[in-house]
């Protein structure tokens, strides 16, 4: 089920100068990272996806509604962006209340956004935070609020904005359960990030961008398997998957598990 | 908007001349007209400020600011017109809008008062880079803290207001509507102020503190990393206004 | 020759409760690279700043102890003084911008204007930061204009110019790509090969085991362990601490995996190349 469909979607901040070039995607369930460097196109697709920006040229289609006839806010019931730097968001003076602000506008109830809030909060591990400012709390902590406060939402379609970065181990920890549990919950998770061990290791779809055109687009073994095209884009591999080309194996390793595995001579042949 | 600096760049006489002189030039432009109010004065004053103008060869980039002063001032010349106290020759005009002499001349003296003004100040924006200004205040006294702060407005602002946008994004990302009505955008502004003011508050903070690691308050001379710059005629500029000035308080006492 | 000690420090923020800093003591010689790692709230930023003298003098707070860098006592030094020995790069690239000059090459003699250096001096010190960091090439741009890891090497250089003897990083890499941050490391590596004293907090395991002589690692403002990068990262308990080993040392430690004659297990590509060969 095509949960986004972009075609032959252009965009140019000036004139002449087209940073997305025609860019002509489907987006079915699979959990999807958006790879490239920065100057990429990365955050324009993304912005465009939630109607923060209009196309110069092409159509996008969220849940079948076109995107082109609706407001950034009245999409934000359906796809949900969670920002990088949490300070361009948090207002409010308890951490319920920032979370509850995305339900209310949404038309959700009080009593139900609240409970959504709660919910929402568990997710990430801060509900006993609920109370406090959240300004006083530590910037990663400040990053998982934001993430409450669009799960709060229940779109059916989340991107996130590198999420992992300024994450210690806890805080990464958190962020990868989240995504799962939000994929358990048949969501589609999308994400910007440079953290290539993350990719391996969570999602079901790797697309690069570079220059404003798709240069690959697959699942991580294919993409990972691809040394020179990640060189000509600028990328790394996950450690792992080094290690184990260092090691003179053909296999594409994503995650430590595999890899032990298949050390331990538990896995297929792969040498 | 990277900056914020109304400078036109080009190579007239005026451009090469000590911003300190300009900022002089200004304050002997208002004062003098104001000192021996005749509309003579005041008439020769407004050429010389305008001519300095084309001189400098910024006539068109004046233009924006003139429209908008002669709005304000199509008002003056109709409201003096009018209803200034000392009118007693009509000249034109039905009842009760009718056009008295007294006032016309009074508009008028006004009217060319302002223009003067307006293109001293001109004179000055235009044709001085914002860090050559500064660079020239603290050279002469300014404390250098000030004129961090003076210098830094131009570029600091317009990434100000590109946080503002990308603020404005993330809550629209979560449903609030700016789009529409008048009341659809004042009932946006409360979740932008809140965080508008508390990242300016974080970044003023995080670069106070790059700022003081690199000697903000250093106690000691400081140097330059520009040579010295020598304006053409500055001495004589400087002592030729100034003695404008001085003959004009004189020739008010002397009556 | 020690070039940073530090004794018996401990320090309060202002209205708080708990000490950020817990009776830490340690030495770092001269020329060292040395990596600070700990989970988020550990400590780690405080000590940076406690280097530089940004505590106690800018934040106040509760200090005790006593910490010399370079010579001098931090609690009886400015912190404009502590400047032209120790120089700190923060996290975020952009708000170390100044923003009130109009070039790069005027951006990086900032420092150099307030501090009095005469201006021939000036121009070589700008010339050879603008050539350590690999900017020279943009020394005529806008300091706005430039990508996140160029204007962190820039914040760098800036703070090279000043010719510090130790210089601090905190977390430099964390907003920046692999490339910036690839460029970033290189240019610390450089400076460090240079015969400059680093110290660098970050989240990154597998570059600090890469690059750093020695690891401190922090938790609740003490100091549980300062040693080589292996014994640090061999550690059974490192996860009670918030932190994760390189992934290179999580797979051998699974497949019980240790270097050659040594009770610690490899913690970078080569060393677990090395010892995973044979299998």
């Known amino acids: 089920m095509t949960r986004i469909s972009v075609k032959d979607l252009a965009f140019s901040y000036r004139p002449g100068e087209e940073v997305l070039k025609g860019i002509t995607l489907d987006f079915d369930g699979r959990s999807t990272a958006i790879i490239g460097q920065n100057g990429s196109g990365k955050t324009t697709f993304v912005k465009l996806l939630k109607g923060l920006l209009k196309p110069t040229r092409g159509e996008i289609h969220i849940l079948g509604r076109p995107v082109s006839e609706m407001t950034a806010a009245a999409l934000a019931p359906y796809i949900g962006l969670v920002f990088q730097n949490p300070n361009d968001q948090i207002f409010k003076s308890t951490v319920l209340d920032e979370v509850m602000f995305g339900p209310l506008n949404i038309g959700v109830d009080p009593k139900r956004a609240k409970e959504k809030a709660l919910h929402a909060l568990q997710m990430v591990g801060l509900a006993e935070r609920a109370a406090e400012n959240p300004q006083d709390l530590s910037l990663s902590e400040k990053k998982l609020v934001c993430i409450a406060s669009i799960v709060a939402m229940e779109p059916e379609i989340l991107i996130l904005d590198e999420p992992t970065i300024a994450q210690d181990h806890a805080g990464t920890a958190t962020v990868r359960r989240v995504i799962g549990r939000l994929k358990e919950q048949g969501k589609l998770v999308m994400t910007i990030i440079h953290d290539m061990d993350f990719v391996a290791e969570n999602f079901e779809r790797v697309i690069i961008l570079h220059r404003g055109t798709v240069l690959a687009d697959g699942d991580p073994r294919e993409i990972f398997s691809r040394r020179e095209l990640l060189e000509r884009a600028g990328l790394g591999v996950p450690h792992i998957t080094r290690l184990g080309w260092s090691l003179g194996r053909t296999k594409t390793y994503l995650t430590e598990a595999e890899f032990i595995r298949s050390m331990r001579g538990e896995g297929a042949a792969d040498r | 908007m990277k900056t914020f600096s109304l400078y036109v760049e080009k190579d007239s006489l005026i451009h090469r001349i000590d911003p300190i002189n300009k900022i002089l030039y200004i304050l002997t432009a208002v004062s003098v007209p104001w000192i021996l109010p005749s509309m003579a004065v005041s008439f020769l004053w407004m050429l010389i400020s305008l001519a300095l103008l084309a001189a400098a060869r910024v006539i068109r980039q004046s233009f924006p600011v003139f429209a908008f002063v002669f709005l304000v001032l199509i008002t003056v010349v109709l409201i003096q017109g009018w209803f200034y106290p000392g009118n007693r020759t009509p000249l034109f005009g039905a009842e009760p809008f009718v056009f008295y002499a007294e006032g016309l001349m009074n508009a008028l003296r006004i009217v060319v008062r302002v223009i003067n003004i307006v293109a001293a100040f001109l004179l000055l924006v235009l044709t001085t880079k914002p860090a050559d200004l500064v660079e020239e205040l603290v050279r002469r006294g300014l404390s250098p803290r000030l004129g961090y702060v003076l210098d830094s407005i131009f570029q600091i602002l317009p990434q100000m207001v590109k946080t503002t946008r990308t603020i404005m994004d993330a809550q629209r990302s979560r449903g609030l509507e700016t789009e529409g009505n008048l009341w659809v955008r004042v009932k946006a502004f409360l979740p932008l102020i809140g965080p508008v003011v508390m990242s300016s508050l974080i970044h003023a903070k995080e670069r106070a503190l790059a700022l003081e690691v690199r000697g903000f308050h250093f106690e000691g001379e400081r140097t330059w990393l520009r040579e010295k710059r020598e304006y053409p005629y500055s001495r004589a500029l400087r002592a030729g206004l100034l003695l404008v000035l001085g003959l004009a308080v004189v020739w008010r006492v002397l009556g | ?279």
């Open chain 3, 1 to 279: 020759m020690k070039k940073i000690i530090v004794e018996h420090l401990k320090y309060r923020y202002p209205q708080a409760e708990n000490l950020a800093l817990d009776d830490l003591s340690f030495e770092v010689d001269e020329g060292e690279m040395v990596g600070i790692i700990g989970r988020n709230g550990a400590g780690k930023s405080t000590l940076c700043q406690a280097l530089v003298g940004l505590v106690p003098h800018f934040y106040r707070g509760a200090y005790g102890g006593k910490v010399t860098v370079a010579g001098l006592e931090v609690m009886r030094s400015s912190v404009s003084r502590l400047s032209t020995k120790v120089g700190i790069v923060f996290q975020n690239p952009f708000t170390q911008v100044t923003g009130s000059k109009w070039t790069v090459y005027e951006e990086v003699a900032f420092g150099l204007e307030n501090m009095g250096v005469p201006r021939k001096e000036m121009i070589e010190r700008v010339d050879y930061a603008l050539h350590l960091l690999g900017l020279e090439d943009c020394k005529d741009r806008n300091p706005f204009d430039l990508s996140g890891g160029q204007t962190q090497r820039l914040a760098i250089a800036g703070v090279i110019a000043l010719k510090p003897e130790i210089i601090v990083l905190d977390e430099p890499t964390s907003q920046l790509d692999p490339r910036g941050t690839e460029e970033v490391f290189r240019a610390i590596h450089r400076l460090s090969e240079e015969g400059m004293t680093v110290v660098l907090v970050e989240h990154k395991m597998e570059k600090i085991a890469r690059y750093c002589n020695r690891v401190m690692l922090l938790d609740e403002g003490k100091l549980i362990q300062f040693a080589s990068p292996a014994s640090v990262f061999s550690r059974e308990d490192l996860t009670r601490y918030g932190v994760a080993p390189p992934v290179y040392t999580r797979v051998c430690r699974e497949l019980d995996a240790k270097r050659e004659g040594s009770p610690h297990f490899p913690v970078t590509l080569e060393e677990a190349r090395e010892v995973l060969k044979g299998r």
